[in-house]
């Protein structure tokens, strides 16, 4: 049976490049936000895109970072992480720079966003224990197929990983 998944990324200017990944099929994900919906939610303020987020979080067992160019240290990937962190939840972080996007560019690689993040009494570094992928390919038919192969995977290893802290 498939893992239900909370895929988490910087929507403006990932959007296309986790539509891809969200897309691959290997897990059960979260029904994506519409431009319209989400627009909503975001006029409802913090207090609504927490909850937003908490409801999506809900029954899931992984969060995938999708991560792009500018989604280390944002306020609501942060607390996307921290909460998945906390509820017991695998995490794992998936570089989607060499995906293409809408227009056909890729970015430039971002930052580890488990870098800013201690746990435990000897505060380790979430980065030194949650597991990041960065595919081996520049050409962006082969990062999706790196992805898509191994997928479920990092997802499973994630959870095995959280579930032994």
Same mark, same amino acid.
């Given at each position: 049976m498939a $893992?239900?998944?909370?895929y988490?990324?910087h929507y403006v200017p990932d959007?296309?490049? !986790?539509?891809?990944v969200?897309?691959?099929? !290997?897990? %059960?994900?979260? #029904?994506?936000?519409?431009d319209?919906?989400w =627009?909503t939610?975001?006029?409802g303020?913090?207090s !609504?895109?927490?909850k937003w987020?908490d409801?999506?979080?809900?029954?899931r067992?992984?969060?995938?970072?999708l991560?792009g160019? %500018?989604t280390?240290? $944002?306020?609501w990937i942060d607390? %996307? &992480? =921290?909460?998945?962190w906390?509820?017991?939840? /695998?995490v794992? /972080?998936?570089? &989607?720079?060499?995906l293409?996007?809408? *227009?056909?560019?890729? *970015?430039? #690689? /971002?930052?580890?966003p488990?870098? /800013?993040? *201690?746990?435990? !009494?000897?505060? #380790?570094r979430?980065?030194?224990?949650?597991?990041?992928?960065?595919p081996?390919?520049?050409?962006?038919k082969?990062?999706?197929?790196?992805?898509s *192969?191994?997928?479920s995977a990092? &997802?499973e %290893?994630?959870?095995k &990983? $959280?579930?032994?802290?």
């Amino acid at each position: 049976m498939a $893992r239900r998944v909370f895929y988490s990324f910087h929507y403006v200017p990932d959007n296309w490049r !986790a539509s891809q990944v969200r897309n691959i099929g !290997a897990v %059960e994900g979260n #029904k994506p936000a519409s431009d319209n919906d989400w =627009e909503t939610v975001k006029k409802g303020g913090d207090s !609504a895109i927490q909850k937003w987020i908490d409801d999506q979080l809900s029954g899931r067992s992984c969060t995938v970072v999708l991560i792009g160019k %500018e989604t280390a240290n $944002r306020k609501w990937i942060d607390y %996307e &992480i =921290e909460k998945s962190w906390n509820a017991i939840k /695998g995490v794992l /972080g998936v570089h &989607i720079h060499n995906l293409k996007d809408v *227009t056909g560019r890729k *970015t430039t #690689k /971002g930052d580890n966003p488990f870098s /800013g993040f *201690t746990v435990g !009494a000897d505060k #380790k570094r979430l980065s030194s224990i949650v597991k990041t992928y960065d595919p081996p390919y520049s050409d962006s038919k082969d990062v999706y197929d790196h992805i898509s *192969t191994n997928l479920s995977a990092w &997802i499973e %290893e994630a959870v095995k &990983i $959280r579930d032994n802290f």
